[in-house]
């Protein structure tokens, strides 16, 4: 998922991925971003990040290592 957030997948995409593997949106990586970070980051679609905030709304309030 946060690959392609980060390459900036169409929002269907995106969705199919959070369908497949819904514990996804919950995974952090290296940096200990969220999806949700990685999107902010790379000015994502509006609807793309209203899909994460909406999957894990937790991910709004959650940092990362920085």
């Known amino acids: 998922l946060h690959a392609a957030v980060s ?4 929002l269907q ?11 996804s949106v919950k995974c952090k990586n290296h940096k200990g971003q969220l999806p949700l970070h ?3 980051i790379v000015d994502a679609d509006e609807g793309i990040k209203k ?5 894990y709304p937790v991910a ?6 920085r």
């Open 51 to 55: 899909e994460l905030i909406t999957a």
């Open 7 to 10: 390459a900036q997948a169409p």
């Open 38 to 40: 990685v999107a902010y």
């Open 60 to 65: 709004h309030s959650t940092t990362d290592r």
């Open 13 to 23: 995409l995106i969705q199919s991925i959070m369908g497949a593997a819904p514990g």
